[in-house]
């Protein structure tokens, strides 16, 4: 019985640890030296797919703390649209990343090969953002996920609502300005080692259908006796 009780939680354990993260932009402290109320845009391409799970936003008070509301989104610049749900920061939350951003998880979404930006609207003087040109040292710290991102640039714009912004008019040249702000945020899902693969659940339903067969014979056995 010991021995089915091992296996049983072996396997619950397997299934529970199908995901690991990466997050895409991580800003680390002492970077919120400006506060622009309008879009802060990141850009970067999607190499090959990516299923992104959270969406974040630079804090840099490192408290958890956003003051107001802070919005962020990730657009397809090519086709001008929304490809993940817009998600609202106000209130508190655990510091993630190198301390300095907060995450909100979301249902799941792929990304396809192509240009993209996350963009953030809402910082100000009580959510200061970073920026390169105002002071802060090094912007975001860049993930690429082994190379399926590649990060391009920026772009930002006065409108207090999330809207695309297309230009990084003064920002710093290429390929610095890639971290020209501390702002938007995302995680995405890693692949698994190739030692530890998860179970199809196909694969658990029968595994799991044997244990409870094999159950059920040991204690008719022991009853038959």
Known sequence: MR?????????????????????SYSDPAGQGT??????????????SPVIVTDLGVFNAS???????????????????????????FSGSYTPEALGFDV??????????????????????AANP?????????????MNNDTGSLMFTGAAYDSSTTLDDPTLCFTCQLPPSQSSQFDAGTFEIA?????ESPVPEPASIMLLGTGI??????????????
């Not at 400006?34 to 190499?47: C, I, K, R, Y």
């Not at 408290?63 to 817009?86: A, E, F, H, M, N």
């Open 3 to 23: 021995k089915i009780i091992f296996v049983i939680s072996t396997v619950l354990l397997i299934s529970h640890t199908s995901y690991a993260s990466t997050i």
């Open 34 to 47: 400006q506060d622009w109320e309008g879009n802060l845009a990141l850009t970067f391409n999607v190499v």
């Open 62 to 88: 490192g408290s958890g703390d956003i003051i107001g509301s802070i919005q962020v989104v990730i657009y397809d610049t090519s086709l001008k649209t929304l490809v993940t749900p817009v998600v609202t």
């Open 103 to 124: 995450f909100q998880p979301i249902a799941p979404v792929t990304l396809a090969p192509g240009s993209y930006e996350v963009d953030a609207v809402g910082f100000g």
């Open 129 to 141: 953002n970073g920026n390169l040109n105002t002071g802060s040292t090094t912007g975001p710290v």
């Open 190 to 194: 890693t692949t698994l080692p190739a």
């Open 212 to 225: 409870v067969t094999l159950i059920g014979r040991r204690f008719r056995r022991r009853h038959q006796r």
